[in-house]
């Protein structure tokens, strides 16, 4: 609810439309109830052989009638209060007999009144009619008609405009919080990702806002429209015979009810049903991300059976939500049908057996004639139509309602790690790094690292090796704060990377990451994703630097402007590796990370490569992560990572004297080297 609410604040902005949308609205339910009212005089025509002229002035000569009754009965009624008082004063009833008197003077005061205001307007619409009216009846049903066919042109014009209007609106209310959304989630911290996964993400902002924005939709359209329409027949209707009226309303807090139950289903069905297509996001994404083994392991048939259970479930989540939406329709209609019933059956007998009263309720002084109460049947009738309509209105804000809550629990989310725009910028220069004590965990009491302490000085290379999963990638992603650390510090020139401006730390750093995630673009782009305004030579030197300008020119047919395909998949692991490679050293990072960065290239490019580090570390400091023993003799200084602690450093050589960690690891490496 608070949410939705926040999501129709969006709308702020186009506050004046949204305003002019209303202005229609409103017209449109005034020319409605008009529409409805053209009744009356048609149902005279045929009932009376008059025209409007002659009936003018019948009712007119009839109401004076009433009027001279009325005034010669207060005439006598005030003498029959006369010889009351004249009664001696001891005369126990005298006081009860003129009480009497005054209030039967009264009740004809009123009845006079509500004559003589008849009567005006009737003189009122005499001159009307004088002046305008056709004296033939069938023109007059003609004119009448027309005027009709005028007020539905006009309506259907009134209420474009505002459907366009408020449908303009919300689009634009959803443009904006689509992007707000993706600017908060690129934002979130590295491990919100872990988490939830895209296929979480990914419906959040098509169905999702799509359903909030339908919400908003019936808020800004349905809800205003409908009910001014409803509004503007009852208030005629009321001021024809507002007791009839009021009897039919009876209904509205019991409607009210039957449709706030059936909206809080509707809001919990639409929770599970987007919930539902999650998972279906997920499989799908999962499948033709991972085509290539699905295929190969033959597991077509399990993945099928996944996805068919999950739509299934999703269909029968979404059958759900139709039968609700459905289901209110008519339920309303019948409770109008009812309710207009009651008050038909109600209006007969006054039209039938003349009473003046009903439930103690004055119904009228004369009875109904049969036109007026048709007239008032119509007007309800007419009022039961926009009531039908608005039946869904409340399950559509319920769902809503479920939508903006998942969309603003995570608009709400604030990184952890805070970007520290006003924090001082860390200078470009001397890059020693100094782990102290650091302890990491991605999960609470489940420590992954502990009591890291070292210290990196500038321009040196330090290769990490271990174990799969000791922790080599989590360490050396504290780096750029993708984490932080639950203890301890990172100083990079003596400087807590914590304290220092996020932006200007993840630029000193380049990363080629284990998994070598390129976009869908050319070779060119993606060299330069870092520096967008690269020239081509400086592409091609880091392509040079990364081994990669040669297969770029000689086996890729449009050379640098190929396109790489989805995540690069047109491209060999080893050439896809060398194009990270080539983009991180493009970003001129002062702390270079390469994460298992040779395990795809064959030992030609290898050997090149280890000269390209060579060049590359006059000014920069490198951290490597490879198992190559190869690699490791580029290295100034090995780190030897074991459950989680620094098991050793040092040099091969040292290393291979004085750590058996070390050395298992390098007997392994060498035995799979010979085999
Ligand atoms: N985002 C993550 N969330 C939770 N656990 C993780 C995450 N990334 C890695 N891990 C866990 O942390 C451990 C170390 O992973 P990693 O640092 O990638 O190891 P290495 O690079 O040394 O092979 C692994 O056991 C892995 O299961
Ligand atoms: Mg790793």
């Keep these: 609810m608070r949410n939705f ?47 409007l002229q002659s009936w003018v002035d019948t009712s007119i000569d009839q109401c004076q009638l009433g009027i001279d009754a009325r005034v010669k009965e207060i005439a006598v009624l005030r003498d029959g209060l006369k010889t009351f008082e004249e009664l001696k004063d001891e005369n126990p009833k005298k006081e009860t007999l003129k009480r009497r008197q005054q209030a039967q003077i009264t009740r004809v005061e009123t009845e006079l009144k509500t004559a003589q205001d008849e009567i005006y307007r009737y003189h009122v619409a005499k001159k009307f009619i004088d002046s305008y009216c056709p004296v033939d009846r069938f023109q007059t049903l003609l004119a009448v008609l027309l005027i009709v066919i005028v007020g539905v042109a006009l309506r259907g014009c009134f209420e474009f405009w505002q459907e366009s209007l408020v449908g303009d609106v919300v689009n634009r209310c959803l443009f904006r919080i689509r992007n707000l959304f993706f600017r908060r989630c690129v934002h979130l911290d590295v491990s919100n990702f872990g988490e939830v996964g895209t296929h979480e993400l990914m419906p959040r902002f098509i169905s999702d806002v799509d359903t909030m924005g339908g919400g908003m939709k019936t808020i800004y359209g349905k809800v205003i429209a409908e009910p001014l329409k409803a509004l503007a027949c009852i208030s005629v209707a009321a001021w024809i ?7 039919c309303l009876v209904l509205v807090p019991f409607a009210l009810y039957v449709l706030t139950r059936f909206g809080r289903t509707m809001k919990r069905a639409t929770k599970k049903m987007l919930e539902g297509m999650s998972s279906m996001y997920k499989i799908l994404q999962e499948v033709f991300q991972g085509i290539r083994i699905v295929k190969a392991f033959a597991r077509e048939p399990r993945e099928r059976r996944r996805f068919h259970k999950a739509t299934r479930d999703h269909l029968y989540k979404a059958q759900w939500v139709i039968t609700l939406d459905a289901m209110t329709s008519p339920i309303i209609e019948l409770m109008t049908v009812v309710a207009v019933a009651g008050v038909f059956l109600m209006g007969a007998y006054i039209v039938l057996e003349k009473p003046t009263r009903i439930f103690g309720i004055a119904i009228s002084d004369q009875g109904l004639e049969p036109e007026t109460l048709l007239q008032l049947y119509a007007l309800l ?49 001397q890059t020693d790094i100094e782990f102290r004590n650091v302890c990491f965990s991605y999960s609470p009491g489940q420590v992954l690292l502990e009591g890291i302490d070292l210290h990196i000085k500038h321009g040196e290379i330090v290769a990490f090796v271990g174990k799969n999963g000791c922790g080599k990638t989590s360490l050396l992603n504290l780096l750029p704060r993708f984490f932080d650390p639950d203890h301890g510090t990172i100083f990079i020139d003596g400087v ?83 194009i990270c490679l080539a983009r991180a050293f493009l970003a001129e990072p002062t702390i270079l990370i390469l994460d298992e960065f040779t395990s795809q290239n064959d030992p030609e490019a290898e050997v090149d490569l280890h000269r390209t580090m060579h060049e590359l570390r006059h000014n920069r400091t490198i951290l490597l992560i490879t198992h190559r023993p190869h690699t490791l003799e580029v290295a100034d200084r090995i780190v030897v990572l074991e459950e989680g602690r620094v098991a050793a450093t040092g040099t091969h050589a040292e290393l291979m004297r004085t750590c058996p960690a070390y050395q298992r690891l390098h007997d392994v490496q060498q035995k799979r080297l010979v085999a």
């Design 5 to 51: 609410i926040r999501a129709l604040r969006f709308a702020w902005p186009f506050r004046f439309r949204l305003a002019a949308s209303i202005c229609f609205a409103i017209l449109a339910a005034a020319l409605w109830s008009l529409n409805f009212t053209a009744i009356y005089p048609i149902l005279k025509i045929f009932g009376t052989n008059q025209n």
């Design 241 to 247: 015979n507002w007791q009839l009226t009021l009897l």
């Design 381 to 429: 009738a007419a009022a039961a139509d926009p009531v039908r309509r608005l039946s869904n209105v409340y399950t559509r804000i319920q769902s809503g309602f479920a939508a903006a809550e998942r969309i603003f629990s995570y608009l709400d989310r604030e990184p952890k790690i805070q970007a520290n725009a006003e924090a001082p910028v860390l200078e470009r220069h």
């Design 496 to 578: 807590d990377i914590r304290q220092v401006n996020l932006r200007s730390l993840r630029k000193q750093i380049a990363i080629v990451t284990q998994d070598m995630f390129l976009f869908d673009d050319t070779i060119f782009n993606n060299i330069a994703y870092a520096h967008p305004r690269a020239t081509k030579e400086q592409v091609e030197a880091a392509a040079r630097k990364a081994q990669a300008h040669e297969f770029i020119m000689s086996d890729l047919p449009n050379g640098y402007d190929t396109l790489v395909g989805n995540e690069g998949k047109k491209l060999s692991g080893g050439q896809r590796q060398r």
